[in-house]
């Protein structure tokens, strides 16, 4: 029952209020103890009674402000700090506030232990939710100066690598139905856990999942390999679309809180995703020929003159082939431009089928290709133009009733047999071969 607006005033005055009734009583109980009544029933006996106990009520109160008023205190000061260093700035400072200044030391096990504790649970929370908002600001704003999927899936997976404290991780990466890992750092590609059943159930899920450990799965240490204790998959979705999945292995057991926290990181990072891969979508559109969906011209071109210059600087050979239908217009009058493109398609899919991984394709325009062929010699050259004009005169185009065959022409240039200056003078020695070739009667190969 509160008597004015100060609690220790309250406290003082029922204290005082106890000692007087104790003061009042205490006659009495000698008097039950056999104590003579003239003694006891003394004005100035009773007047000391009242005294003492009004005294010690006095003191009683000067304690109780002493040991717990003193706590208050400093609760109220923390508070006062922590609010003061909410309003002048925008979000909690938790480096101005360690535990020397806003922290309460929790060394009693009684209310005034549980507001410490609770206030501390408090700054607690308020730290690592400024860690938090500042965390993600960091990685909102780098997902936002990355357009670039190869960069961006590095990038994201090395930063909720830093935040989680995982010792290995990868980001998968959703591509034509299968998972492809785009970043891996720490972990090694196992692809039984790649095609794993644990790692399409989280994908179907949607959810974040702690999975049992996989027998495949190491984390590469310093002096050391080990298993992971913990291995968490974050599916990464865009309006319920699987876009990717992020694996995250640990040592040890993932800090409280790390779900909470990933939940708010995969939120950023899939529409990062969503743009990197829209983005790269269009850029290979970009490079595509629509028809046979070889690179087109410029794109190739950007191609060769990587694949010169390295060339020119490491001191490999480098050939170029170029080849073109022969009789093409004959093809389009007699059968029609269906055929006619269906016959550059099947051309198309015939000459990528038969080249090497590096090799590149495109389609220089209408009916005539490119092949860059890095590493191929002279005499490599030649003979990859031997099979490609075999193969194509064993190709049999069907279109509706009718069927044709084809050949082609080939004028080939290599380097560094070719000591050409830049890769357009390479690719003008080519093409003046092919127009040879067409000279010297069509289906066959000048290359020198």
């Known amino acids: 029952m509160r008597l004015t607006s100060k609690v220790f005033t309250d406290l003082a005055i029922w204290m005082i209020a106890f000692g007087l009734g104790i003061g009042l009583v205490f006659p009495f109980f000698l ?138 991780g990868a980001l998968l990466l959703e591509e034509d139905g299968e998972l492809r890992v785009r970043a891996r750092q720490g972990l090694r590609e196992d692809e039984g856990f790649v095609r794993g059943d644990q790692l399409r159930m989280a994908m179907e899920e949607g959810g974040i999942r702690l999975i049992n450990i996989p027998e495949g799965l190491r984390v590469d240490g310093v002096v050391m390999e080990f298993r992971p204790l913990e291995v968490l998959i974050v599916p990464i979705l865009y309006k319920e679309v699987a876009l990717a999945a992020v694996v995250l292995a640990s040592a040890t057991s993932f800090p409280e809180g790390t779900r909470v926290r990933l939940e708010i990181f995969r939120r950023a990072l899939s529409l990062a995703l969503r743009n990197a891969i829209a983005h790269d979508n269009l850029q290979r559109l970009a490079a595509l020929d629509p028809l046979t969906g070889l690179f087109n011209r410029r794109f190739g071109l950007q191609r060769l003159a990587e694949e010169f210059s390295r060339a020119v600087r490491t001191d490999v050979p480098l050939a170029v082939l170029m080849l073109d239908i022969d009789h093409f217009k004959k093809i389009n009058d007699t059968y029609g431009h269906l055929a006619g493109d269906r016959a550059i398609v099947k051309l198309a899919r015939l000459v990528r089928s038969m080249l090497r991984e590096g090799d590149v394709v495109l389609r220089y325009g209408g009916e005539e290709f490119m092949i860059v062929l890095p590493g191929a010699s002279c005499n490599d050259a030649r003979a990859m133009a031997q099979r490609l004009r075999h193969a194509v005169e064993d190709l049999v185009i069907t279109q509706r009733e009718h069927s044709f065959r084809m050949t082609i022409s080939i004028g080939a240039a290599s380097y560094p047999e070719l000591n050409a200056d830049n890769q357009e003078a390479f690719v003008q020695v080519a093409d003046e071969r092919l127009y040879r070739a067409k000279e010297s009667g069509r289906n066959c190969v000048v290359a020198g």
């Open 31 to 168: 008097r039950a103890l056999g104590v003579p009544i003239d003694l006891v029933m003394s004005p100035g006996f009773v007047a000391a009674c009242l005294t003492a106990g009004a005294l010690a009520g006095t003191f009683n109160q000067a304690l109780a402000r002493w040991v717990v008023g003193s706590r208050l205190r400093l609760l109220a000061e923390r508070m006062d700090f922590v609010a003061a260093n909410l309003r002048s700035s925008e979000s909690f400072d938790h480096h101005s506030c360690g535990p020397d200044r806003c922290r309460i030391p929790d060394d009693s096990d009684d209310e005034i232990g549980a507001s410490a504790r609770a206030f501390n649970a408090m700054v607690h929370a308020l730290a690592e939710s400024y860690r938090t908002e500042q965390a993600v600001q960091s990685f909102s704003d780098l997902m936002v100066s990355r357009i670039e999927l190869g960069p961006l899936a590095e990038e994201a997976l090395r930063h909720l690598m830093t935040e989680t404290g995982a010792s290995g």
